[in-house]
Protein backbone atom coordinates (compact mmCIF):
# COMPACT_ATOMS: atom_id res chain seq x y z
CA UNK A 1 0.00 0.00 0.00
CA UNK A 2 1.14 3.29 -0.90
CA UNK A 3 1.28 5.88 1.89
CA UNK A 4 2.50 9.60 2.75
CA UNK A 5 3.36 10.61 6.04
CA UNK A 6 3.69 13.80 7.43
CA UNK A 7 3.99 14.48 11.09
CA UNK A 8 4.23 18.27 11.59
CA UNK A 9 0.79 19.44 12.01
CA UNK A 10 1.73 23.00 12.13
CA UNK A 11 5.60 25.18 12.06
CA UNK A 12 6.81 27.94 12.70
CA UNK A 13 10.04 30.08 11.08
CA UNK A 14 11.72 33.20 11.72
CA UNK A 15 11.89 35.46 8.31
CA UNK A 16 15.09 34.93 6.46
CA UNK A 17 15.39 31.08 8.29
CA UNK A 18 15.72 28.07 6.73
CA UNK A 19 13.07 25.32 7.65
CA UNK A 20 12.40 21.73 6.72
CA UNK A 21 9.53 20.01 6.57
CA UNK A 22 9.16 16.49 7.19
CA UNK A 23 7.83 13.77 5.16
CA UNK A 24 8.48 10.07 4.97
CA UNK A 25 6.90 7.50 2.81
CA UNK A 26 5.65 3.77 2.11
CA UNK A 27 6.03 1.98 -1.27
CA UNK A 28 7.52 -0.88 -2.51
CA UNK A 29 7.24 -0.16 -6.18
CA UNK A 30 11.35 0.36 -7.40
CA UNK A 31 9.66 3.89 -9.68
CA UNK A 32 7.79 6.58 -8.35
CA UNK A 33 7.94 9.96 -8.22
CA UNK A 34 7.36 12.73 -5.27
CA UNK A 35 6.06 16.25 -5.48
CA UNK A 36 5.36 19.26 -3.17
CA UNK A 37 2.31 21.35 -3.31
CA UNK A 38 2.10 24.71 -1.46
CA UNK A 39 -1.59 25.45 -0.42
CA UNK A 40 -1.94 29.72 0.41
CA UNK A 41 -4.99 30.55 2.35
CA UNK A 42 -6.58 31.40 -1.21
CA UNK A 43 -7.42 27.65 -1.53
CA UNK A 44 -4.98 26.96 -4.75
CA UNK A 45 -2.57 23.95 -5.09
CA UNK A 46 0.91 25.45 -6.12
CA UNK A 47 3.42 22.25 -7.53
CA UNK A 48 6.59 23.46 -5.85
CA UNK A 49 9.20 20.64 -6.75
CA UNK A 50 9.55 17.24 -8.04
CA UNK A 51 11.84 13.93 -7.18
CA UNK A 52 12.26 10.92 -9.21
CA UNK A 53 13.40 7.75 -7.27
CA UNK A 54 16.18 7.02 -9.87
CA UNK A 55 17.57 10.97 -9.48
CA UNK A 56 20.98 10.90 -8.29
CA UNK A 57 20.76 14.09 -7.59
CA UNK A 58 18.62 16.24 -4.51
CA UNK A 59 15.86 18.07 -6.92
CA UNK A 60 16.24 22.32 -6.34
CA UNK A 61 13.81 24.82 -7.57
CA UNK A 62 14.85 28.21 -6.55
CA UNK A 63 14.66 28.56 -2.81
CA UNK A 64 13.16 25.10 -2.47
CA UNK A 65 14.99 21.92 -2.56
CA UNK A 66 14.16 18.74 -1.46
CA UNK A 67 15.94 16.28 0.89
CA UNK A 68 15.84 12.80 -0.53
CA UNK A 69 17.06 10.02 1.38
CA UNK A 70 15.68 6.91 -0.49
CA UNK A 71 16.94 4.09 2.13
CA UNK A 72 14.95 6.34 5.11
CA UNK A 73 12.16 6.79 2.75
CA UNK A 74 12.11 10.26 3.32
CA UNK A 75 11.42 13.19 1.08
CA UNK A 76 11.68 16.55 3.29
CA UNK A 77 11.28 19.57 1.98
CA UNK A 78 13.73 22.82 2.79
CA UNK A 79 12.61 26.05 2.50
CA UNK A 80 15.80 28.48 2.65
CA UNK A 81 15.27 32.19 3.62
CA UNK A 82 12.16 32.35 4.63
CA UNK A 83 9.40 35.11 3.42
CA UNK A 84 6.62 36.01 4.48
CA UNK A 85 4.88 35.12 1.52
CA UNK A 86 6.26 31.47 2.44
CA UNK A 87 3.17 31.05 5.04
CA UNK A 88 0.83 28.45 4.15
CA UNK A 89 0.30 24.94 4.24
CA UNK A 90 2.29 22.70 2.30
CA UNK A 91 1.75 18.60 1.26
CA UNK A 92 3.86 15.82 0.22
CA UNK A 93 2.07 13.81 -2.58
CA UNK A 94 3.34 10.56 -4.11
CA UNK A 95 3.08 8.43 -7.84
CA UNK A 96 4.21 5.22 -8.48
CA UNK A 97 3.79 2.76 -11.12
CA UNK A 98 1.79 -0.02 -9.85
CA UNK A 99 -0.92 3.23 -8.26
CA UNK A 100 -1.46 3.46 -12.38
CA UNK A 101 -2.29 7.22 -12.54
CA UNK A 102 -3.00 8.40 -8.41
CA UNK A 103 -1.47 10.19 -6.22
CA UNK A 104 -1.01 9.61 -2.69
CA UNK A 105 -1.09 13.13 0.23
CA UNK A 106 -0.23 13.54 3.43
CA UNK A 107 -2.42 15.25 5.56
CA UNK A 108 -0.05 18.85 5.18
CA UNK A 109 2.00 20.89 7.46
CA UNK A 110 0.93 24.71 8.02
CA UNK A 111 3.74 26.90 8.07
CA UNK A 112 3.61 30.02 9.14
CA UNK A 113 6.60 32.69 9.09
CA UNK A 114 7.06 35.34 11.42
CA UNK A 115 8.37 38.46 10.78
CA UNK B 1 0.11 28.00 -18.43
CA UNK B 2 -1.88 24.87 -17.83
CA UNK B 3 -5.55 25.96 -16.95
CA UNK B 4 -7.84 24.14 -14.42
CA UNK B 5 -11.28 25.77 -14.00
CA UNK B 6 -13.76 24.71 -11.63
CA UNK B 7 -17.76 26.05 -12.69
CA UNK B 8 -17.91 27.70 -9.02
CA UNK B 9 -15.95 28.54 -5.97
CA UNK B 10 -19.10 28.94 -3.57
CA UNK B 11 -21.96 26.70 -3.82
CA UNK B 12 -24.79 26.48 -1.23
CA UNK B 13 -27.05 23.58 -1.78
CA UNK B 14 -29.69 21.57 0.50
CA UNK B 15 -30.08 18.25 1.81
CA UNK B 16 -30.97 16.10 -0.71
CA UNK B 17 -30.60 18.02 -3.63
CA UNK B 18 -28.41 17.00 -6.86
CA UNK B 19 -25.29 18.59 -7.50
CA UNK B 20 -22.98 19.09 -10.41
CA UNK B 21 -19.43 20.05 -10.04
CA UNK B 22 -17.35 20.99 -13.14
CA UNK B 23 -13.94 21.21 -13.86
CA UNK B 24 -12.46 21.95 -17.27
CA UNK B 25 -8.96 21.58 -18.47
CA UNK B 26 -7.22 22.99 -21.80
CA UNK B 27 -4.16 20.95 -21.58
CA UNK B 28 -5.39 18.02 -23.15
CA UNK B 29 -4.31 16.16 -19.92
CA UNK B 30 -5.17 12.17 -20.07
CA UNK B 31 -5.70 11.82 -16.33
CA UNK B 32 -8.47 14.22 -14.34
CA UNK B 33 -8.99 13.94 -10.51
CA UNK B 34 -11.65 14.97 -7.83
CA UNK B 35 -10.79 15.06 -4.24
CA UNK B 36 -12.34 16.58 -1.38
CA UNK B 37 -10.43 18.38 1.25
CA UNK B 38 -10.86 18.61 5.11
CA UNK B 39 -8.96 20.09 8.12
CA UNK B 40 -6.51 17.28 9.76
CA UNK B 41 -7.43 14.82 6.95
CA UNK B 42 -5.23 16.72 4.04
CA UNK B 43 -6.82 15.51 0.50
CA UNK B 44 -8.57 12.45 0.09
CA UNK B 45 -9.28 11.03 -3.70
CA UNK B 46 -12.57 10.75 -4.59
CA UNK B 47 -12.38 9.29 -8.22
CA UNK B 48 -10.44 9.71 -10.99
CA UNK B 49 -10.32 9.04 -14.84
CA UNK B 50 -7.58 8.18 -16.85
CA UNK B 51 -9.36 8.04 -20.16
CA UNK B 52 -13.15 9.59 -21.53
CA UNK B 53 -15.58 7.56 -20.42
CA UNK B 54 -13.20 5.41 -18.13
CA UNK B 55 -13.51 6.01 -14.24
CA UNK B 56 -11.67 4.34 -11.08
CA UNK B 57 -12.94 4.98 -7.81
CA UNK B 58 -10.72 6.35 -5.04
CA UNK B 59 -10.71 6.37 -1.50
CA UNK B 60 -14.27 7.82 -0.73
CA UNK B 61 -16.15 6.97 -4.09
CA UNK B 62 -19.31 6.14 -1.13
CA UNK B 63 -22.01 8.97 -2.12
CA UNK B 64 -20.16 10.72 -5.63
CA UNK B 65 -20.09 9.95 -9.08
CA UNK B 66 -18.60 10.94 -11.94
CA UNK B 67 -18.88 11.75 -15.45
CA UNK B 68 -16.20 12.41 -18.37
CA UNK B 69 -17.64 12.51 -21.79
CA UNK B 70 -15.25 14.71 -23.06
CA UNK B 71 -11.41 14.52 -22.73
CA UNK B 72 -11.39 17.90 -21.13
CA UNK B 73 -14.42 17.91 -18.77
CA UNK B 74 -14.70 15.58 -15.75
CA UNK B 75 -17.65 16.12 -13.95
CA UNK B 76 -18.68 14.97 -9.78
CA UNK B 77 -21.54 14.48 -8.88
CA UNK B 78 -23.93 14.09 -5.66
CA UNK B 79 -26.91 12.50 -5.98
CA UNK B 80 -28.58 13.28 -3.20
CA UNK B 81 -26.07 16.30 -0.93
CA UNK B 82 -25.71 15.33 2.89
CA UNK B 83 -24.45 17.88 5.25
CA UNK B 84 -21.52 15.19 5.80
CA UNK B 85 -20.68 15.98 2.16
CA UNK B 86 -19.58 20.08 3.00
CA UNK B 87 -16.12 20.66 2.00
CA UNK B 88 -13.43 21.97 -0.41
CA UNK B 89 -13.91 19.94 -3.80
CA UNK B 90 -10.62 20.26 -5.60
CA UNK B 91 -10.44 18.89 -9.65
CA UNK B 92 -6.76 18.05 -10.87
CA UNK B 93 -5.45 17.18 -14.29
CA UNK B 94 -2.12 15.15 -15.42
CA UNK B 95 -0.35 13.36 -18.18
CA UNK B 96 -0.19 9.93 -17.89
CA UNK B 97 3.40 9.46 -16.28
CA UNK B 98 4.43 8.87 -12.76
CA UNK B 99 6.87 11.82 -13.70
CA UNK B 100 4.20 14.82 -14.07
CA UNK B 101 2.79 16.58 -11.26
CA UNK B 102 -1.21 17.71 -11.17
CA UNK B 103 -2.41 20.84 -11.86
CA UNK B 104 -5.47 22.08 -9.98
CA UNK B 105 -8.25 24.07 -10.10
CA UNK B 106 -8.80 26.71 -7.61
CA UNK B 107 -11.68 24.64 -5.83
CA UNK B 108 -15.48 24.63 -4.95
CA UNK B 109 -16.27 25.03 -1.50
CA UNK B 110 -20.18 23.49 -1.12
CA UNK B 111 -21.78 23.73 1.84
CA UNK B 112 -24.81 21.35 2.17
CA UNK B 113 -27.32 22.87 4.66
Known amino acids: AQKITQTQPGMFVQEKEAVTLDCTYD???????LFWYKQPSSGEMIFLIYQGSYDQQNATEGRYSLNFQKARKSANLVISASQLGDSAMYFCAMRSLSTGNQFYFGTGTSLTVIP | DVKVTQSSRYLVKRTGEKVFLECVQD?????MFWYRQDPGLGLRLIYF???????EKGDIPEGYSVSREKKERFSLILESASTNQTSMYLC????????????FGPGTRLTVT
Open chain 2, 27 to 31: MDHEN
Open chain 2, 49 to 55: SYDVKMK
Open chain 2, 92 to 103: ASSLGDSAYEQY
Open chain 1, 27 to 33: TSDPSYG
